[in-house]
Protein backbone atom coordinates (compact mmCIF):
# COMPACT_ATOMS: atom_id res chain seq x y z
CA UNK A 1 0.00 0.00 0.00
CA UNK A 2 1.04 3.56 -0.93
CA UNK A 3 1.46 6.11 1.87
CA UNK A 4 -0.57 9.25 1.79
CA UNK A 5 0.92 12.36 0.13
CA UNK A 6 1.72 13.90 2.93
CA UNK A 7 3.58 11.50 4.36
CA UNK A 8 5.58 11.08 1.15
CA UNK A 9 6.42 14.61 0.95
CA UNK A 10 7.93 14.14 4.02
CA UNK A 11 9.71 10.87 3.07
CA UNK A 12 11.19 13.09 0.16
CA UNK A 13 12.19 16.03 2.37
CA UNK A 14 14.28 13.23 4.92
CA UNK A 15 15.52 11.85 1.50
CA UNK A 16 17.19 15.23 0.80
CA UNK A 17 19.19 14.79 4.34
CA UNK A 18 22.69 12.89 3.90
CA UNK A 19 23.02 9.05 3.93
CA UNK A 20 19.46 8.61 4.02
CA UNK A 21 17.47 6.26 1.87
CA UNK A 22 13.92 5.69 1.47
CA UNK A 23 13.49 3.08 4.70
CA UNK A 24 15.25 5.29 6.87
CA UNK A 25 13.16 8.45 5.66
CA UNK A 26 10.06 6.24 6.10
CA UNK A 27 10.99 5.73 9.72
CA UNK A 28 11.97 9.07 10.23
CA UNK A 29 8.33 10.17 8.68
CA UNK A 30 6.65 7.82 10.78
CA UNK A 31 8.24 8.97 13.92
CA UNK A 32 7.39 12.07 13.42
CA UNK A 33 3.48 11.21 12.60
CA UNK A 34 3.39 9.01 15.91
CA UNK A 35 5.57 11.97 17.84
CA UNK A 36 3.86 14.16 20.58
CA UNK A 37 3.08 17.47 19.46
CA UNK A 38 5.13 19.24 21.73
CA UNK A 39 8.37 16.97 20.31
CA UNK A 40 7.72 17.83 17.18
CA UNK A 41 7.57 21.59 17.58
CA UNK A 42 10.84 21.85 19.55
CA UNK A 43 12.11 19.45 16.90
CA UNK A 44 10.51 22.55 14.46
CA UNK A 45 11.96 25.24 16.65
CA UNK A 46 15.80 23.85 16.94
CA UNK A 47 15.94 23.09 13.66
CA UNK A 48 14.33 26.76 12.24
CA UNK A 49 16.67 28.44 15.75
CA UNK A 50 19.66 26.60 13.93
CA UNK A 51 19.39 28.44 10.57
CA UNK A 52 18.61 31.36 11.69
CA UNK A 53 21.10 32.12 15.00
CA UNK A 54 24.46 30.33 13.47
CA UNK A 55 27.01 32.16 11.33
CA UNK A 56 30.69 31.52 10.95
CA UNK A 57 33.43 32.82 13.24
CA UNK A 58 35.08 36.15 11.87
CA UNK A 59 38.22 34.98 12.96
CA UNK A 60 38.27 31.46 12.08
CA UNK A 61 35.82 30.49 9.80
CA UNK A 62 33.84 27.96 11.71
CA UNK A 63 30.22 27.98 13.30
CA UNK A 64 29.01 29.73 16.10
CA UNK A 65 26.06 31.57 17.09
CA UNK A 66 28.42 34.86 18.32
CA UNK A 67 30.99 37.03 16.25
CA UNK A 68 34.36 35.07 17.76
CA UNK A 69 33.69 31.33 18.58
CA UNK A 70 34.69 30.13 22.24
CA UNK A 71 37.96 28.26 20.89
CA UNK A 72 39.47 31.32 18.62
CA UNK A 73 38.19 33.27 21.88
CA UNK A 74 40.26 30.98 24.76
CA UNK A 75 43.14 29.47 23.20
CA UNK A 76 46.27 30.81 21.96
CA UNK A 77 47.47 30.76 18.51
CA UNK A 78 50.70 29.01 18.75
CA UNK A 79 49.61 26.52 16.50
CA UNK A 80 46.37 26.55 14.02
CA UNK A 81 44.73 23.00 12.57
CA UNK A 82 43.85 24.14 8.92
CA UNK A 83 40.32 22.19 8.25
CA UNK A 84 38.60 22.47 5.21
CA UNK A 85 35.05 22.78 5.95
CA UNK A 86 33.14 24.06 9.80
CA UNK A 87 31.98 20.94 10.72
CA UNK A 88 35.91 19.36 10.47
CA UNK A 89 36.28 21.39 13.90
CA UNK A 90 33.69 19.35 15.60
CA UNK A 91 35.44 16.44 14.35
CA UNK A 92 39.25 17.61 15.34
CA UNK A 93 37.77 18.54 18.90
CA UNK A 94 36.98 14.98 19.49
CA UNK A 95 40.86 14.82 20.06
CA UNK A 96 41.32 15.70 23.65
CA UNK A 97 44.91 16.88 23.95
CA UNK A 98 44.81 19.77 20.68
CA UNK A 99 44.61 23.28 22.71
CA UNK A 100 45.25 25.37 19.59
CA UNK A 101 42.89 27.14 17.37
CA UNK A 102 41.33 26.17 14.07
CA UNK A 103 40.99 27.87 10.67
CA UNK A 104 38.57 27.16 7.57
CA UNK A 105 39.75 27.07 3.95
CA UNK A 106 36.71 27.01 2.67
CA UNK A 107 36.86 24.09 0.42
CA UNK A 108 40.11 22.47 -0.77
CA UNK A 109 41.61 23.25 -4.11
CA UNK A 110 39.95 21.37 -7.20
CA UNK A 111 41.09 22.06 -10.77
CA UNK A 112 37.86 19.97 -11.86
CA UNK A 113 35.31 22.82 -9.67
CA UNK A 114 37.14 25.70 -10.66
CA UNK A 115 38.73 26.48 -7.22
CA UNK A 116 41.74 27.98 -6.83
CA UNK A 117 43.69 29.51 -4.33
CA UNK A 118 41.54 33.00 -4.41
CA UNK A 119 38.59 30.85 -4.04
CA UNK A 120 39.90 29.46 -0.33
CA UNK A 121 40.34 31.63 2.61
CA UNK A 122 44.02 31.65 2.45
CA UNK A 123 45.24 35.27 2.62
CA UNK A 124 43.32 35.10 5.84
CA UNK A 125 45.20 31.78 7.49
CA UNK A 126 48.99 34.52 6.61
CA UNK A 127 47.20 37.13 8.72
CA UNK A 128 46.01 35.30 11.39
CA UNK A 129 49.36 33.84 11.58
CA UNK A 130 51.16 36.83 11.04
CA UNK A 131 49.11 37.82 14.01
CA UNK A 132 49.50 35.41 16.57
CA UNK A 133 53.09 34.63 15.81
CA UNK A 134 52.00 31.03 14.77
CA UNK A 135 54.87 28.55 15.33
CA UNK A 136 53.01 25.67 13.66
CA UNK A 137 50.25 24.63 11.07
CA UNK A 138 49.04 21.23 10.93
CA UNK A 139 46.98 20.62 7.88
CA UNK A 140 44.02 18.27 8.69
CA UNK A 141 42.78 18.58 5.39
CA UNK A 142 40.97 15.32 3.90
CA UNK A 143 43.07 12.68 2.49
CA UNK A 144 42.47 12.79 -0.64
CA UNK A 145 44.13 14.32 -4.09
CA UNK A 146 42.82 17.79 -2.99
CA UNK A 147 43.18 17.53 0.50
CA UNK A 148 46.75 16.95 -0.30
CA UNK A 149 47.12 19.40 -3.16
CA UNK A 150 46.04 22.01 -0.48
CA UNK A 151 48.04 21.07 2.12
CA UNK A 152 51.30 21.01 -0.07
CA UNK A 153 50.40 24.51 -1.70
CA UNK A 154 49.75 25.68 2.22
CA UNK A 155 52.91 24.34 3.16
CA UNK A 156 55.15 25.75 -0.13
CA UNK A 157 53.39 29.16 0.84
CA UNK A 158 54.85 28.99 4.31
CA UNK A 159 58.33 27.46 4.30
CA UNK A 160 59.76 31.34 3.48
CA UNK A 161 58.57 32.23 6.88
CA UNK A 162 59.50 29.74 9.13
CA UNK A 163 56.65 28.50 10.02
CA UNK A 164 56.70 24.60 10.56
CA UNK A 165 54.00 23.05 8.42
CA UNK A 166 53.02 19.57 9.55
CA UNK A 167 50.46 16.81 7.96
CA UNK A 168 47.85 14.85 10.23
CA UNK A 169 49.47 10.89 9.34
CA UNK A 170 47.77 8.39 7.47
CA UNK A 171 46.26 6.54 10.35
CA UNK A 172 43.17 8.22 8.10
CA UNK A 173 42.61 5.59 5.09
CA UNK A 174 43.20 7.99 1.43
CA UNK A 175 39.57 8.91 0.10
CA UNK A 176 38.32 9.10 3.86
CA UNK A 177 36.19 12.23 5.06
CA UNK A 178 37.50 12.97 8.28
CA UNK A 179 33.66 13.36 9.60
CA UNK A 180 33.81 9.75 9.46
CA UNK A 181 36.77 9.08 11.44
CA UNK A 182 37.18 7.70 14.83
CA UNK A 183 38.36 9.23 17.74
CA UNK A 184 41.21 7.04 17.94
CA UNK A 185 41.88 7.21 14.72
CA UNK A 186 42.20 11.19 14.92
CA UNK A 187 43.95 10.93 18.03
CA UNK A 188 46.76 9.08 16.54
CA UNK A 189 46.79 10.49 13.18
CA UNK A 190 47.63 14.24 15.12
CA UNK A 191 49.79 12.16 17.07
CA UNK A 192 52.13 11.07 14.40
CA UNK A 193 51.60 14.12 12.35
CA UNK A 194 54.96 14.75 9.76
CA UNK A 195 56.47 17.78 8.06
CA UNK A 196 56.05 19.07 4.88
CA UNK A 197 58.50 19.50 2.42
Not at 130 to 151: F, L, Q, R, S
Amino acid sequence: MRNSEPIERLIASFRNLPGVGYKTAERYAYYIIEADSSEVNDLVKNIMSAKTEVKFCRECGGYTNKDICSICASRSGDIICVVAEPKDISVMEKVKNYNGIYHVLGGTLSPLENRGPDDLRIKELLSRIEKYGTKEVIMATNPDVEGDATAMYIARLLSPLGVKVTRIAQGISMGTDLEYADEITLTKALEARRTIN
